[in-house]
């Protein structure tokens, strides 16, 4: 630290006297005391990371927290909040990382922390190892002369401004209080452990093959360490799970200790302790396993902590994605920046990725950088904009994908070890802010990518209005077809979307014979405890795939307006629009009959080149009669005027909400299968969860209101729709009022005030709108698109009452894909391949390399760019 007396090496000219003079600190501080605040509980104090890039205290200008808002700033960046706010005092937070001297027997010096300055800010993990030390250092600098006063300087600061600078040093990281639930305590030594006594009955457990004893489920099985039982845990929030029956057998037994199978490790394994009633430490958990034949040591583990133990088509499914074995060369600079994973926050970096290599992201969020920047309000932290043109600024500008120095390389070389370069970012400020308030990205574990997808699609059409939409390239509208089967009558509709979902029908596999003798050679391996033969992964073409896309499908609940009566109804889709991108699901998870999601283990030939004009909407065609546009009547309760609403089984929800499903739609669930019970709400959820609506509120109808219902009874006028629904529709390009008339008309429900406006293009009359559409459910609207041109392009410009829509040829081509390893959505890891310069590069968490075999047959997520027209 330099001496209070000494000039300081940043002042500008005319400052020296000044520095010299500068023992009654307390005096200079005085003009700035009002500006001062020390942090209180609650309080968000960002020493980890600046609100507009992913500089750090590790960083070369190092990192400025306002004494202010204790907002984090580089040394790009701080200038700008100063000029906006006027706060003049900022704790200057540097820390120095260099490598550790050796002892004089050759042994590297235990590492040093300075434990006076920076609580709670963790080391970079690319240097958690023996051969780095870390020296920190903490000033206050005041602006705008840069006037440096080193911490701590206890006897000369004011008390307050003491006070201040100690709070900020050791408050905790500011995403550690975005997300406490994920913040778990570390397990305590069991009890039982050094005292449990293991019976001798001759069990072994064979190293795969494992069910339970009493059920036979095949999913979260745990092994009790008495006597060797192999039962079934209960639902876990992931979907898997069974029937309780080890926790019954200890109710039973009193045996207090299991090991949940699939976890072992040579570093340890998952065991909970029932007696405790939570997840505890075994230290003698090698000792105990050997009873029953397992071997720690001969456990291996798969890179990020994925367990090489499971059913073996999982292992080659890891490699070949992930292109283990093969020599991949890291590449670096603009475009090729890594995202670290914060644990199981992989489906994020994927997405984001990806999203980034799109030029119109791009020119949305970095072309438009400064300006984002310098309207950004006062806490940039909670600004969509801001945060997406911070993450897409580090992802393009390479400042954090720099190449290692030659010498460096050179070094690595001699000594076989990887010494520290620059590890990508971390994308902790950008994930506590997209997944605010939202129950499954807010938490620690992994989620569906595609889901994730649609989530940040929508905070973009929340965040775009009356600025660049870059999901624009993305919508694009689908033309549904509702063929009564009695009456033989038709109604279209059209929607809006941003992906294709194609499914996979196993029994178009050219190797069905294959499949079927790899079942009964697996089946016959488990019946007598034999290892699993090579596995048969199903090869299924993609022509298939399309074709299953365009056959018809039954449509639920069907009510013709033909016959005024429920009938059976028939749907197909297809494109009434052609979007600039085209993202392509494949529909690779499905519910096995025990609930339990599970993974089709397929390979699809997903063509480079891909056309689907053929699939272009039509319209009504001639000799189609439409279906009368009537609504289906309300069927209330008799005498219903003045009761409360329905009692709702919480029972059921509960049990529903354990699954992992959203306790909003557990209730709907329950609500409207008439508590039936929790297989009849899971069947209600299964239909319904992919509607924009499944998580909101249940919206109980009220049976008070005076007078008769009846279909032409509107919802009331005077209520004003939530203002973020009518952001959403009119960023999409649709006008306020006629977006508020819609959302009134439609109980505020987005599918069906889309519907409404397809509907409705030329009411004038609010009245008669709401009168029409009242009550009305999405799959009987009805829409005529008798004249659409399949070579128009909607916009807002030609079509003001329609969503923004850029309409082409169906013509692609492949340049991105994200692939899944895993056995459920809920777990494993994600990956992406992006074609850049004429080259696929293969991006896995912060490692970025060029692709060798880029696994396009084992994709989940596919991603076409429109063709040009030749």
């Not at 900022?90 to 260099?98: A, E, F, P, V």
Request: hydrophobic share 35%; net charge negative.
């Amino acid at each position: 630290l330099r001496s209070r007396g000494a000039p300081h090496p940043c002042a500008r000219p005319g400052m020296s006297g000044r520095h010299k003079m500068a023992a009654d600190l307390g005096e200079l501080l005085v003009p700035y005391m009002p500006t001062i605040k020390v942090p209180k509980t609650g309080d968000r104090v960002y020493k980890d990371e600046c609100v507009f890039s992913f500089d750090s205290p590790e960083s070369e200008g190092g990192l400025y927290v306002c004494m202010n808002t204790f907002l984090g700033f580089g040394r790009e960046h701080v200038e700008r909040h100063y000029r906006k706010t006027g706060q003049s005092v900022y704790m200057h937070l540097k820390r120095t990382i260099k490598e550790k001297a050796t002892g004089a027997a050759g042994g590297a010096v235990p590492r040093r922390r300075n434990g006076k300055v920076f609580l709670d800010l963790e080391l970079n993990c690319d240097f958690n190892c023996d051969d780095y030390e870390y020296e920190d250092e903490a000033k206050l600098v005041i602006f705008p002369d840069h006037f440096e006063i080193p911490l701590p300087n206890i006897e000369e600061l004011p008390a307050l401004v003491t006070i201040a600078c100690d709070a900020v040093l050791s408050a905790s990281s500011a995403f550690r209080k975005r997300e406490p639930d994920s913040w778990e305590e570390e397990p305590q030594v069991s009890k039982h452990a050094r005292s449990l006594r293991q019976q001798d009955n001759g069990v072994r457990i064979p190293p795969s093959g494992w069910k339970c004893a009493k059920c036979e489920m095949r999913e979260n099985l745990w092994l009790n360490l008495t006597d060797g039982s192999v039962l079934c845990g209960k639902w876990f929030f992931d979907g898997s799970g069974g029937n309780g029956h080890a926790l019954e057998h200890y109710r039973e037994t009193n045996f207090p200790l299991a090991v949940r199978l699939g976890t072992i490790t040579p570093d340890g394994a998952d065991v909970y302790s029932f007696d405790e009633e939570e997840a505890v430490l075994d230290p003698h958990i090698a000792e105990h396993l050997a009873h029953f034949g397992i071997d720690m040591l001969q456990m291996q583990k798969r890179e990020n902590g994925h367990v090489d133990n499971e059913v073996r088509p999982r292992v080659t499914e890891w490699e070949v994605i992930q292109e283990s074995g093969l020599k991949l060369k890291a590449v670096y600079g603009s475009g090729y920046t890594g995202i670290r994973n914060l644990g199981n926050s992989c489906y994020l970096g994927t997405t984001m990725q990806v999203l980034f290599s799109i030029p119109e992201f791009q020119r949305a969020y970095v072309g438009n950088l400064q300006r984002i920047f310098d309207y950004s309000p006062l806490d940039p932290s909670q600004d969509f904009s801001t945060q997406m043109a911070k993450l897409g600024h580090g992802l393009l500008s390479g400042l954090y994908a720099k190449p290692p120095a030659k010498c460096e390389l050179i070094e690595q070389v001699m000594k076989e070890e990887h010494k520290h370069q620059e590890r990508g970012i971390s994308p902790r400020m950008f994930k506590a802010l997209v997944s605010k308030g939202h129950p499954e990205f807010s938490s620690n574990r992994q989620q569906d990518a595609q889901e994730f997808f649609l989530h940040i699609i929508n905070l973009v059409e929340r965040n775009s209005a009356g600025a660049e939409n870059p999901s624009d390239v993305f919508r694009f509208l689908v033309e549904e077809r509702i063929q009564c089967c009695q009456s033989r009558k038709v109604r279209y509709t059209q929607r809006v979307d941003y992906l294709m979902q194609l499914p996979t029908p196993i029994e178009a596999a050219t190797n069905r014979e294959e499949l079927i003798a790899y079942e009964a050679k697996r089946q016959e391996a488990e019946e007598n405890l034999r290892t699993s033969p090579e596995p048969v992964r199903a090869k299924i073409p993609f022509t298939a795939c399309v074709q299953a896309f365009t056959e018809p499908e039954n449509v639920p609940d069907f009510w013709s307006s033909a016959l005024q009566a429920k009938s059976a109804g028939i749907k197909t889709s297809r494109f009434a629009s052609f979007p600039e991108y085209l993202v392509v699901q494949i529909k690779k998870f499905t519910f096995g009959v025990d609930w339990v999601p599970k993974k089709l283990d397929v390979s699809i030939d997903m063509p480079d080149f891909l056309d689907l004009s053929r699939l272009r909407a039509t319209g009504l065609q001639a000799g189609e009669e439409e279906l009368p546009d009537l609504t289906p009547p309300i069927v209330l309760p008799e005498d219903t005027r003045g009761r409360r609403p329905p009692e709702i089984d919480e029972s059921a929800v509960m049990q529903l909400a354990e699954m992992g499903f959203p306790l909003e739609a557990c209730r709907k669930a329950v609500y409207y299968t008439g508590n039936m019970g929790a297989e009849m709400a899971f069947n209600w959820i299964i239909a319904h969860m992919e509607e924009p609506d499944f998580a909101e509120p249940l919206a109980v109808p009220s049976y008070s209101e005076p007078g008769p219902s009846s279909p032409s009874q509107g919802p009331s006028m005077d209520s004003q729709p939530p203002e973020d629904s009518v952001a959403i529709l009119t960023s999409m390009g649709f006008s306020r009022a006629q977006t508020i008339r819609a959302l009134k008309a439609t109980n505020s429900n987005l599918e069906r005030a889309l519907d409404w406006i397809f509907t409705h293009p030329d009411s004038e009359e609010e009245s008669e709108a709401v009168s029409d559409m009242a009550d009305t459910e999405p799959n009987d609207n009805a829409f005529s698109n008798a004249n659409m041109n399949s070579d128009s392009t909607l916009s807002p410009d030609l079509d003001p009452t329609g969503p923004r829509i850029k309409d082409g040829p169906g013509r692609y081509e492949l340049f991105a894909f994200i692939s899944h390893m895993g056995t459920s959505t809920m777990s494993g890891h994600y990956v992406c391949h992006i074609k850049k310069e004429g080259r696929w590069v293969i991006y896995n968490d912060h490692k970025v390399c060029l692709s060798e075999r880029p696994p396009k047959d084992l994709g989940y997520i596919y991603f076409y760019h429109r063709l040009s027209c030749s």
